[in-house]
């Protein structure tokens, strides 16, 4: 069984770490390690993290000095990870039992480097109130229009990780950017339509927030892919727009 390398960075989610590693250590398919990167500069969680990772040995501890974000502690993360797949998962968010198995089987029988599956959403209220379903693939075009890739969903092949192929340092969508530098190498981006994770919705997540969003998305457009004001714009219009629309706001 190949090695699968899971990276979480950890940032004052001590409500919910412990059940998220719980749902990686339940995974039918047990070749795995996960690595933490713990990203606050209050340091007061440390002994809780410890206790939990205590009780397995192929649970690791990275602790930045710092708080340096989500993309700058994954990048850490893979950097000192030992498998040649790399999966994702946030210390909020849950992973059904066949989800490494399923996909670990899909990528080696399809010889694809990237996947990514549907998922489920589930409210503060602990309520599944939505699902994402997952289109069997994503070119480059079609994702900078709506990303459709739920970060804790992805496994990738650790090669296509690289100095300028990696998570940027931006307050969201640093996973949208990464996406779309792996799409522009016209790498495969297959979807398996079954959901196998369960995406934990919160008020106080920089994820939830729109008016970060919509800034954070015009950097990817303009900064990060290199397009002018206009072209940033335009596309960033349709983001919003597909994301309004799987939020039902209007």
């Keep these: 069984m190949q090695l699968v390398s899971v990276i979480m960075p950890y940032y004052k989610k001590k409500a919910y770490i412990k059940d998220s590693i719980r749902s990686v250590l339940k995974q039918t398919y047990q070749n795995f390690e996960i690595i933490i990167i713990y990203d606050d500069t209050d340091k007061s969680d440390l002994e809780f993290i410890r206790k939990i990772i205590s009780k397995d040995s192929r649970i690791r501890l990275l602790v930045n000095k710092n708080n340096s974000g989500a993309g700058f502690s994954r990048n850490k993360g893979i950097e000192n990870a030992n498998g040649n797949f790399i999966a994702f998962l946030d210390c909020d968010d849950l992973w059904k039992e066949r989800k490494l198995e399923t996909q670990i089987k899909f990528m080696n029988e399809k010889k694809v480097f990237f996947t990514f599956t549907a998922y489920e959403i589930l409210d503060k209220k602990k309520l599944k109130n939505d699902i994402r379903l997952a289109r069997n693939s994503i070119n480059f075009n079609e994702l900078l229009r709506s990303c459709d890739i739920g970060l804790s969903t992805v496994i990738l092949k ?51 927030k729109l008016f970060q969003k919509i800034f954070d998305g015009f950097s990817v457009y303009n900064k990060y892919m290199k397009f002018n004001f206009f072209k940033s714009i335009y596309y960033l219009l349709i983001l919003s727009f597909s994301y309004l629309k799987k939020e039902k706001i209007f």
């Excluded at 950017?177 to 959901?195: H, M, Y």
């Design 158 to 208: 650790k090669k296509l990780i690289n100095k300028n192929c990696n998570f940027p340092r931006i307050k969201t969508k640093e996973d949208f950017v990464l996406w779309l530098k792996i799409a522009q190498t016209k790498i495969d981006l297959r979807g398996i339509n079954e959901s196998l994770t369960i995406w934990r919705k919160l008020d106080s997540s920089l994820s939830s």
